[in-house]
């Protein structure tokens, strides 16, 4: 199970046409009770949001954090 905040990468296709692609790095912001997560993908430059997904658990990977993100 994933946590509120954790850093995950998108390992699965199908999310192009809400902007999502495999290989995207984003963080979880809602854990929903039937095992889905919503996840924010935003651009590392400017933190603009490029896709805000519902997925399984199946289509996400934990990411390691980045030196300095400041976040657990």
């Keep these: 199970m994933l946590r509120i905040y954790s ?5 699965s296709n199908g999310h192009e046409d809400e902007g999502g692609h495999k290989g995207m790095m984003g ?3 809602e ?7 919503e996840v924010e993908f ?3 430059a400017t933190g ?3 896709a ?3 997925l399984s658990e199946s289509e996400l990977a934990l990411a390691q954090e980045r ?3 400041g976040r657990a």
Excluded: H
Excluded at 31 to 37: A, D, I
């Design 67 to 69: 030196a300095g993100d």
């Design 31 to 37: 854990v929903y009770g039937n095992g889905n997560y």
């Design 42 to 44: 935003s651009d590392p």
């Design 52 to 54: 805000q997904l519902v």
């Design 7 to 11: 850093r995950v990468m998108l390992t």
């Design 48 to 50: 603009v949001t490029r």
């Design 27 to 29: 963080y979880v912001i």
